[in-house]
C-alpha cells in the first residue's frame, strides 16, 4: 500500500508535468504543422536530388556536433537538475568550451566537406557551401549547449516558442532569398543558416536573463562535468549515428535523388514520433529530478501515453501515406511511400526510447545507455550493408526500425528489472492511459 508522502510525489509529478501541457500540445500542432509547410515548400522547388543535397549540407555540421559535445550538455541537465552547481558557472563554462571545441570541429569540418566518398553525386556542389557552414560549427555547439540549460531549468515555454522559430525561420528567409535570387538549393541552405543563428543568439539573450550577472568559467567544472559527460557522450554519439547513419549510406550507395525520397520518408515518420512532444518534452527534466523509487508509477504512464499516440499517427499515415506524399510533396517524391512504410513501426520504438534512457542516465549508469546505442547502430550498420544493394531506400528504412526496436527492448529489460514493473504494466495501453491524454491536454 503506497504512503500519502508517495501518493503526494506522484500526483505532484503529473501536476508539474500537466502545467506545461497545454503550452507543449499547442507548440507540437504549430511545429507539426510548420515543420510540413516548410518541407513542402522546400522540396516542391528543389526537388528529389535538391532534398538530398539539403539534407548532407546540414547532416555533416549536425554529426560534428554531436561527435564534438563531449557530453557535457547532458552534464548540464544532470547537475542542474540536481541543483549542484550555480547557473552562472554552468553558463561560463559551456560558452568557453563551444569556442574551442568548436573551432577544433572546423578543422574535422574542413576534411570532411573535401573527402568525395561520402558523396557519389553533387560533390562540387556541395562543397561549395563548405567554407560558411564550417564557420558557423562554433555557434551551433553553443546553441546545441544552451538548449540542454534552458531544458535543464524546465524554461519549457521558451523551448516551445524556440521550436517553432525553428520551422517558421526556414521557411521566412527561404522565400525571401528564392524570390530574389531564384536559385532552390542555395535559398534552402542559406535560410538554414540563418534561422540556425538567429537561433543561438535568441537562446544566449535568454539565458543571460536567468543568469543576471556574469558569467564564471570553472575548471573543476569542466572536470566534473566532462567526466560524467564522456560517459553520456559516447551514447549520445552513438544514438546519432543510429538514426542518421543510413543518410550517408544511401548517399554513399544511391546518390543524392534516392537520399532526397529517402528524407521525406523519414521527415514524415519523425512528425509522428513528434506527436507526444507534449509529454516528452516535460517528463524528462521532471524524471531527472526524481528519486529513482518514486518513478515506478509515474514513467510507466508516460510511456503508455506516448505509445497510444503514436500508434494511432503510425496507422493514420500508413493508410494514407501516399495520398498525403502526392498532395503534400507531388508525384515526383512518391517513392517516398515503401520506405515510410519500413519506417512506422521503428518510430513507435523511437519514440519511448529518450524516456527509457533518461530513466538509465537518472540511475547515474549513462555507460550503460552507449552500449544500448552502440549495439543497434552496428545492427544498422550491417543490416544497411547487406539491404540497401538488395532493397534501396526501403532497406535502409527496414535497417533503421530493426535498430530502434533492438535498443529499446534493451533499454526496457534494463528498466523493468531496476523498477520492478513489468512489460504489461509499462507497455500496455489503458482506457484511463485515453482518457487520461485528453484531460492532461486540457488542464
Partial sequence: MKSKHENGQKNGDFDELARFGISVFLTTIARFVLRIAKNVIISRVIGPSGRGILGLVTLVP??????????????????????????????????????????????????????????????????????????LIPVLLFSHYMEFILFAIK???????????????????????????????????????????????????????????????????????????????????????????????????????????????????????????????PAIPIILGRKNEDSQGFTPTVIRCIVAIVVVGCIL???????????????????????????????????????LKTEIIGENRPIVVSILSGTALVCNILLNYYLLPKMGVTGAALSSSIAYWLATILALRIYIKSSANSVREVMLVRKKDITGIYRYLIS
Avoid at 503534400?328 to 526510447?353: D, E, Q, T, V, W
Wanted: proline share 4%; charged share 15%.
Fill in 317 to 355: 499515415v500508413g493508410v494514407f501515406g501516399k495520398i498525403i506524399i502526392s498532395v503534400l510533396f507531388g508525384h515526383k517524391f512518391l517513392p517516398a511511400y515503401l520506405p515510410l512504410l519500413f519506417l512506422l513501426p521503428g518510430m513507435i520504438a523511437r519514440s519511448i526510447y529518450p524516456i
Fill in 155 to 281: 524554461d519549457i515555454h521558451f523551448i516551445n516558442i524556440s521550436d517553432i522559430l525553428r520551422s517558421l525561420l526556414p521557411i521566412i528567409f527561404f522565400v525571401v532569398i528564392y524570390l530574389v535570387f531564384h536559385e532552390g538549393i542555395k535559398a534552402a541552405v542559406y535560410s538554414w543558416i540563418l534561422s540556425s543563428a538567429i537561433i543561438c543568439m535568441l537562446f544566449s539573450v535568454r539565458l543571460f536573463r536567468y543568469v543576471g550577472r556574469r558569467p564564471k568559467f570553472s575548471l573543476p567544472y569542466v572536470k566534473r562535468g566532462t567526466l560524467f559527460g564522456l560517459k553520456a557522450y559516447l551514447g549520445d554519439l552513438l544514438n546519432f549515428l543510429l538514426l542518421r547513419i543510413d543518410y550517408f549510406f544511401v548517399s554513399a550507395f544511391l546518390g543524392t535523388r534516392e537520399l532526397g525520397y529517402y528524407i521525406i520518408s523519414v521527415s514524415i515518420a519523425e512528425l509522428i514520433q513528434s506527436m507526444p512532444d507534449a509529454i516528452v518534452i
Fill in 62 to 135: 549536425d554529426t560534428l556536433i554531436n561527435l564534438g559535445h563531449l557530453g557535457l550538455g547532458q552534464a548540464d541537465l544532470f547537475y542542474l537538475g540536481k541543483r549542484k552547481y550555480p547557473l552562472e558557472k554552468v553558463v561560463g563554462t559551456n560558452m568557453v568550451m563551444a569556442f574551442l571545441v568548436g573551432i577544433a570541429l572546423a578543422g574535422i569540418g574542413f576534411i570532411v566537406f573535401n573527402t568525395p566518398y561520402f558523396y557519389k553525386q553533387d560533390f562540387n556542389l556541395i562543397n561549395s557551401f563548405s567554407v560558411i557552414i564550417i564557420a
